[in-house]
């Protein structure tokens, strides 16, 4: 009986430490369950060096003032983080009972960074924690980027080439940047940032700027395809990027003669030849040149040869051009137009020609004026002495 009793007793002695304990630590517990975190938006996507800023409320569902210790825990290597509310940074709340109470958790995500998910977590002592997981988009760099959606530009030699660039900074300082462009002699390059031409751009850490180039070749340049390197660079960081304008050509084509002389002269039913002068004047080649005359009715007008196969940009060459006279035709001038044509060009040059009398005309008019005198001479002798 009495080990009974004493088994009894040991019994309620720890019964009663239990409850002792439990009224002890029943208040905190019960605050500290009652905790919660909240956040809208916690799982997000965004490029390297974003800067993420989370509203967080801690909320007091207990009858009690809770008062509770803020902490980040696993955040990721080089990130850095902070919790602010009121304006000041803060480490622990205190919330009153049923309320809530608001704070900022400001996050930056390095600019060197792999591609992946990233998770973290915000704690309130042991009463409740809220995880977070950010995935970033693409792999960082820690350095200068120039890029541009179209490099490569197409035109004629007489029109200008505008690209857009975009400078982007991705090193955590600012940035002033030298605009300097590697172009052949004689291309004209200008840099434009906003309505202002400029030699150089200042960009803030992670912050970027659109740049306008605008190229203007050379007044004799040959159809093909340029390269024109430019760059961003200080004396910490740089970025290159190769532009490109392929110049297409310009056609033209003149029509003269080598002593730019446009007149001649023939006689009637006479032929006469003219040197032609056909000239490439562009930028590219020319094919298939047909040379055609446009003459006065009965005249003939041929060329030697009567097609270029093909010509030079910036060449010339000679064509003969034989005009042939109306046996008709009486003296005076006659306008002959003569035409050099190729699919993408022509040019025409109208030829002043002076038609003069036969010369078989002539003779026969010194015969005949020589008969008239011969016969006049053979009547004074034979009827003078009467």
């Known amino acids: 009986m009495k080990s009974w009793g004493r088994k009894m007793k040991l019994v309620s002695m720890l019964l009663l430490l239990v409850l002792g304990a439990g009224l002890l630590g029943g208040m905190p517990a019960s605050a500290a369950g009652g905790v919660t ?15 993420l800023d989370y509203s967080v409320e801690v909320m007091n569902n207990t009858s009690d003032v809770v008062t509770v210790p803020l902490e980040l825990n696993n955040l990721p290597k080089d990130w850095t983080a902070e919790l602010n509310s009121g304006g000041w940074r803060v480490k622990e709340v205190s919330v009153k009972p049923g309320e809530s109470s608001t704070v900022s958790l400001n996050v930056t995500v390095p600019l060197q960074i792999d591609k992946g998910i ?3 977590e915000l704690t309130a002592g042991s009463a409740a924690r809220l995880p977070f997981t950010v995935e970033i988009t693409e792999k960082g760099t820690y350095q200068t980027e120039l890029t541009t959606d179209q490099a490569n530009l197409q035109g004629p030699s007489d029109s ?5 660039l975009k400078l982007q900074n991705r090193t955590a300082e ?4 030298a605009l300097q462009a590697q172009a052949d002699p004689g291309w ?4 434009t940032s906003g309505d202002n031409q400029v030699s150089s751009v200042e960009v803030e850490p992670g912050a970027s700027q659109s740049i306008s180039v605008k190229v203007q070749p050379p007044e004799q ?5 340029y390269s024109i390197p430019v760059s961003a660079s200080n004396q910490s960081t740089s970025s290159e990027l190769k532009l490109e304008a392929v110049i297409t050509g310009t056609y033209g084509l003149e029509l003269t003669t080598p002593n730019g002389l446009l007149s001649a002269d023939v006689t009637a039913g006479g032929s006469k030849t003219i040197d032609l002068l056909v000239k490439n004047t562009g930028t590219a080649d020319l094919t298939d040149i047909n040379l055609s005359s446009n003459a006065p009715v009965d ?6 040869p009567k097609t270029v196969d093909k010509l030079a940009a910036g060449q010339s060459t000679t064509v003969e051009a034989k005009i042939t006279a109306s046996k008709k035709a009486i003296a005076g001038d006659y306008v002959t137009g003569m035409t050099a044509s190729s699919p993408e060009s022509s040019s025409s040059a109208q030829f002043r020609i002076a038609v003069k009398g036969s010369m078989l005309w002539g003779w026969i008019g010194v015969l005949v004026i020589a008969a008239i005198l011969g016969g ?5 002798r034979k009827y003078g002495r009467r």
């Open 37 to 51: 975190l909240y956040s809208a938006y916690t799982s997000i996507s965004v490029p390297p060096g974003e800067a």
């Open 118 to 120: 990233y998770r973290f």
């Open 160 to 164: 200008s080439f505008t690209y857009s």
């Open 174 to 177: 600012k940035q002033n940047y």
């Open 188 to 191: 004209n390059v200008t840099f």
């Open 221 to 225: 340049v040959k159809e093909g395809t």
């Open 299 to 304: 005249w003939e007008v041929s060329f030697n």
């Open 376 to 380: 006049i001479y053979y009547l004074i």
